[in-house]
């Protein structure tokens, strides 16, 4: 079955890390750009940050609000994609997923169910 799937949400304090991973079934992820997002009751799904497909020198990009505490990066043995989250802040808090893309400048064709990330004190 081709699908996605991410973990490792939570509850953290601000200031504190996370790391969501995507894990791919039916599917070698090394030959797609992946990109994660996030929302947010009442408001439209955002982009976080994206990773090209590898074999494309690697290219990453972020939203500026995540820039400097989110390290995207992939592991192909694994057949996953990380999202490392640092330096987490309230306004982090939404239910973040991963999708699947041609490249980080396409649309996306396959989503994951989401996970949480409530970042609260």
């Known amino acids: 079955q081709v699908q996605l799937v991410e973990s490792g949400g939570g509850l953290v304090q601000p200031g504190g890390s996370l790391r969501l991973s995507c894990t791919a079934s039916?599917?070698?992820?090394?030959?797609?750009?992946i990109g994660w997002f996030r929302q947010v009751p009442g408001k439209e799904r955002e982009e976080v940050s994206c990773?090209?497909?590898?074999?494309?020198?690697?290219?990453?990009r972020y939203a500026d609000s995540v820039k400097g505490r989110f390290t995207i990066s992939r592991d192909n043995v694994q057949n996953t994609v990380s999202l490392q989250m640092n330096s987490l802040k309230p306004e982090d808090t939404a239910v973040y997923y991963c999708?699947?893309?041609?490249?980080?400048?396409?649309?996306?064709?396959?989503w994951g169910l989401g996970t949480q990330v409530t970042v609260s004190s």
């Open positions: 990773i090209s497909s590898t074999g494309t020198g690697t290219y990453t």
């Open positions: 999708a699947r893309k041609n490249q980080c400048y396409g649309s996306s064709q396959l």
């Open positions: 039916g599917f070698t992820l090394d030959t797609y750009a």
